[in-house]
Every structure is written in structure tokens, then in C-alpha cells.
């Protein structure tokens, strides 16, 4: 099935204008969900709109309130939503450009595809992506999406391009509330040294494709588990701090561990499956 379009609109770059799609680049399909079950009955609990007066309401006979003071709202339906008629709702209108690490990561949120829609259109948004590809700037615009005006960074990508909203200021955190309290540490030069070579040793090239969700893997060999009508319990132990007097040794240890591909295991009596499971988890990470 065809993905469906998250937004439909125009991109417009001062008079250049065409119709385009904006479809969510990610997915979260294969991800363990759970639904709440009563264990009593085994039934599944089906979550009931209700009204403290009346009983069981229908979701679709319910309109959406902004709480003025207490007990008392203003109320919305889909019609007073679209009476709200920002350029915006209907038009990305790239009003700068910027250098991508202008962009502090923090304000960059969720992505889209952004893909022409079929037509005349087509020339237009290949004359838009060109310019920016040849320009080497990230656009930003907005658009109302989800019922909020959101500011969007368009970059190039491959034939299309790709849409990230961005948050608002106020949502972002400042990092002195967090970092101020950090004690102010001379972290020891030998120390330092050692540290270094060892990030070196594992300096790799970035490969999304090799990172699994363990613990995600964990809970489908539980569900497994459960439905022949075991335990599936699944430990890790956590690891030990490491203090001060051991800190050179456990960077030495590392370090050889490191530049002999692989980190130093402490000998512990382990069943061979289990071995060989630990041995292709390190040769996939």
C-alpha cells in the first residue's frame, strides 16, 4: 500500500511556486507494542469516551476545548480549525537560507520527504532543488502541520528534498541549567592521552544499518518464551563504577583490549549457547 501524504501544498521560492507532498520519513511499525489486557478475563480493555453526566459518548460527536478558566472552555470543530487561513497551512515559503551548522542540533526534529506532485510541477521543484544543491544552503520555512505552525530546514537529497521541523526556542532547554553544577575536573594528561588513542582505535564510519534494538529483540524472544510457557526472563548486570585508583588501569586494560579488537572479558563459567550469542553481538555492533 502506498504510503498516504502526511501534508499537500506548494513550496514556493519567491515567485517559483509548485505543488508538492510531504510524506514522514520514518517508521515505528516493527517496533513490540502491547495493548492492556484484564488477566482476570484475558479480555482487552477497550478505552470508552464518557461523560461524567451523560455515560458512553461517541469519539466522533466530540469536539476539541481550550480551558479559559476552570470548568469553562471554548470549543473547536474541524470547520474552525480551516477557518484559520495562514499562507502557511497551504504554502512553504522559503524565506532563507543558512549554513547547515548554523543549525544547532538540538533544534532538529523530525523528518519528511518532500516529493513533487505529478505534473507541470515537476520542472518547477527541479529548478527550486538545483539552485539550492548549487547554493549549498539549507532553506528554512514554515508550515502549519498537525494543527501548529512549525519552522522547517529543507536540505537536498538525491532527486527530492528532505523536511525537518524544527522546535521552537522556548521548547529547547537552556544547557547551563544542566551543565553549571558539573564539578570542574583537571582530568589527569596521562589519562587524556590514553582515552585519545583508544577513541582512535575505534574511529569507524557511521553504518545505521548495523545498529539493532536489543532490548526491542529481547521482548519478541520473551513473547516467544511466554507463548511455549516459560519464564523468559532476561538479566543484565549492570557495570561497576569505575573509581579514581582504578581509572589509569581500566584505561590501560581498554586500550589493549582495543588494539586487540576486541575488549578484555573477565572469565565467568557460561553456557556455549550463550557464549555465541555474546560473540555475534559483538561481531554486529
Not at 466530540?62 to 502557511?88: C, H, M, P, T, W
Not at 505552525?149 to 537552556?174: C, F, N, S
Not at 545505521?208 to 518464551?225: C, G, H, Q, T, V
Request: hydrophobic share 40%; glycine share 6%.
Amino acid at each position: 500500500m502506498a504510503a498516504r501524504p502526511t501534508w499537500q501544498g506548494h513550496l514556493k521560492l519567491s515567485l517559483v511556486t509548485c505543488p508538492v507532498a510531504l510524506y514522514t520519513a520514518t517508521s515505528s511499525s516493527g517496533h513490540v507494542s502491547f495493548h492492556l489486557i484484564n488477566p482476570e478475563t484475558n479480555n482487552r480493555i477497550r478505552m470508552v469516551a464518557t461523560d461524567p453526566d451523560t455515560g458512553p459518548v461517541e469519539r466522533s460527536d466530540l469536539v476539541k476545548g481550550y480551558e479559559v478558566s476552570k470548568d469553562e472552555y471554548v470549543l473547536f470543530d474541524d470547520e474552525d480549525f480551516d477557518k484559520v487561513k495562514l499562507e502557511s497551512t497551504r504554502t512553504i515559503d522559503i524565506g532563507q537560507f543558512v549554513d547547515e551548522d548554523e543549525i544547532d542540533r538540538l533544534y532538529w526534529d523530525s523528518p519528511f520527504y518532500v516529493v513533487p506532485e505529478k505534473g507541470v510541477g515537476a520542472e518547477a521543484f527541479a529548478v527550486i532543488r538545483d539552485a539550492m544543491k548549487a547554493a549549498g544552503k539549507i532553506a528554512i520555512g514554515c508550515l502549519v502541520l498537525r494543527n501548529r505552525e512549525r519552522q522547517i530546514a529543507l536540505e537536498v537529497r538525491g532527486k527530492g528534498l528532505v523536511a525537518y521541523t524544527l522546535r521552537p526556542h522556548e521548547e529547547v532547554r537552556d544547557a547551563a541549567d544542566f551543565f553549571d553544577d558539573i564539578p570542574s575536573v583537571k582530568a589527569d594528561k596521562d589519562m587524556v592521552d590514553i582515552a585519545t588513542r583508544i577513541i582512535a582505535q575505534k574511529e569507524a564510519e557511521f553504518d545505521p544499518s548495523e545498529f539493532r534494538d536489543r532490548y526491542d529483540e529481547a521482548l519478541k524472544e520473551m513473547i516467544k518464551a511466554k507463548q511455549k510457557g516459560g519464564k523468559g526472563l532476561v538479566e543484565a548486570p549492570e557495570p561497576d563504577d569505575t573509581n579514581v585508583v582504578d581509572l589509569m588501569a581500566a584505561l590501560r586494560a581498554s586500550l589493549k583490549g582495543s588494539a586487540g579488537g576486541k575488549a578484555p572479558a573477565k572469565k565467568a563459567p557460561a553456557k556455549k549457547p550463550a557464549a555465541k550469542k555474546t560473540a555475534a553481538r559483538k561481531k554486529a555492533a
